[in-house]
């Protein structure tokens, strides 16, 4: 069983800066893929990252220039660094996991954490 948990999320003003993290605790596994998801509310869950395992990314347009995605395969961690932020960026963002055990993938989702952009 594998457990994820994001991390980092809070209050910051426009044009600044957040890292967040996403930890999948467990053993025996390697993380396959990882994506950022995000929620704002009255609105659908959107695709904001994604890296694999080979490290290729893709971003949202709505994202892409500002935010990085990246992935500590030893810590079995995940980060989005977000730069530049703005108030439309204000969402849940959570964490999908797919990790691989010994040739089996399963796919996990944190709890989320909250950014808020606003002055």
């Known amino acids: 069983q594998v457990h994820v948990v994001e991390s980092g999320g809070g209050l910051v003003q426009p044009g600044g800066s957040l890292r967040l993290s996403c930890v999948a605790s467990g053993s025996g596994f390697d993380i396959y893929s990882a994506d950022w998801y995000r929620q704002a509310p009255g609105k659908e869950r959107e695709l904001v990252a994604r890296i694999t395992s080979r490290g290729a990314t893709n971003y949202a347009d709505a994202v892409t220039g500002r935010f990085t995605i990246s992935v500590d395969n030893a810590k079995n961690t995940v980060y989005l660094q977000m730069n530049n932020l703005k108030p439309e960026d204000t969402a849940l963002y959570s964490c999908?996991?797919?990790?691989?055990?010994?040739?089996?993938?399963?796919?996990?989702w944190g709890q989320g954490t909250q950014v808020t952009v606003s002055s």
């Open positions: 999908y996991v797919l990790v691989d055990t010994w040739g089996i993938i399963d796919d996990y």
